[in-house]
């Protein structure tokens, strides 16, 4: 059953089976030497978390340290782990907390998320760039026994208009690319239509295939007869996500939920879609406003979420209650406090 706890995560980490779970995703306090309050414009000021620490580094990176090592511990060998943090502790995180317990091998991407525009403070004196990135450190238990989606995003109407700006007669749009290659594979000197390849270059593929190709009306053939490969775009799944994400942004103001340090469902869905199945199981144990538990949910992953304060509880309570009726399997609330 999918899970609210209200509690200190590492007691209840330490209570959850060995090797159990899909995903984890953690945005931890960043070492911000902040509190965090104000829920709601008008609310009263309510402490929802701080982030002082009177032994410094060395303080927060011990207390990380246990919850990751019961994170380890739960994951299952095919399982992974994606760590939210900033600038703040970010190099510390990644020697003193994840490689030691993950270990080097298993370190998959540092996901750049850029999460603000820039504020020009050079403008007003600041003698530095604007800091407007998070980070996610993304890690498998066992690299080797890993799954892993691909992501894609749309082409840009600007790339779509330069690159695939050609149509076919059935109206199918398509862009060329060329049909030599520079080193030859097996006999790929031959003379197609009367043409050579290129001058030191040989052609990409065998005679064989380029018949196929042309059986299937993939080759295109410019003003000069020179043969070029069709690529349709209705055949394409879209630019591959790389590790740097830009655009993952609150949709509407709807979904802000007022909690302090609210992530955008967006970075969850990419998060969840690419390191878990459907019916996976999807830990976060520092729910905040519960944007995990929102996406998981829809995305009918099974989910726990923890977090030690009411408000965080509370507030993802209403917003799991709000779309339980239409996604998702029942939802148990503890207090473990
Ligand atoms: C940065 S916020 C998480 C925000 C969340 N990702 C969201 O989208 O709303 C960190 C959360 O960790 C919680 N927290 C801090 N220490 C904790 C602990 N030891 N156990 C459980 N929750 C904790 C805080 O109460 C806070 O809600």
Not at 301 to 320: E, M, N, P, V, Y
Request: net charge positive; proline share 4%.
């Amino acid at each position: 059953m999918n899970q609210l706890i209200l509690g200190d995560n590492l007691e209840i980490l330490k209570h959850l089976k060995s090797e159990d779970i899909d995903l984890i995703y953690l945005d931890p306090p960043f070492f911000s030497n902040r509190d965090y309050g104000a829920i709601g414009k008008n609310a009263n000021e309510i402490q929802t978390f701080s982030d002082r620490w009177s032994g410094g580094i060395e303080q927060y990176i011990a207390w990380l340290k246990e919850r990751v090592l019961e994170m380890h511990r739960i994951l299952k060998l095919t399982g992974s782990l994606f760590l939210h943090c900033d600038w703040h502790a970010a190099a510390y995180i990644q020697v003193f907390v994840l490689d030691k317990i993950f270990g080097r091998a298993n370190f998959r991407n540092q996901i750049v998320w850029k999460r603000t525009t820039t504020h020009n403070n050079a403008k007003q004196g600041a003698k530095q760039f604007d800091r407007v990135c998070d980070f996610i450190f993304f890690y498998n238990k066992e690299a080797k026994l890993a799954k892993f989606n691909p992501l894609y995003e749309n082409y840009t109407a600007s790339y779509l208009a330069a690159s695939y700006n050609k149509q076919d007669e059935y109206g199918r749009r398509f862009k060329v690319s060329d049909l030599s290659a520079p080193k030859p594979g097996g006999n790929t000197s031959y003379l197609w239509k009367g043409i050579k390849p290129p001058p030191g270059r040989f052609w990409a593929f065998s005679l064989k295939k380029m018949e196929q190709f042309e059986r299937e009306g993939k080759i295109y053939y410019s003003k000069t007869g020179k043969p070029y490969l069709k690529n349709y775009l209705d055949d394409m799944s879209g630019v591959g996500i790389d590790e740097f994400w830009s655009n993952c942004r609150f949709k509407t103001q709807e979904e802000r939920m007022g909690y302090p340090t609210q992530k955008p469902e967006a970075l969850l869905e990419r998060i969840i879609q690419c390191a878990s199945e459907e019916g996976n199981w999807v830990l976060d144990p520092f729910l905040g406003g519960g944007t995990t538990a929102a996406v998981a949910d829809r995305l009918k992953r099974q989910w726990i979420g923890i977090d030690q304060s009411l408000q965080a509880i509370t507030i993802s309570k209403q917003r799991l209650q709000k779309q339980h009726s239409i996604f998702s399997m029942s939802l148990e609330l503890n207090n473990k406090t």
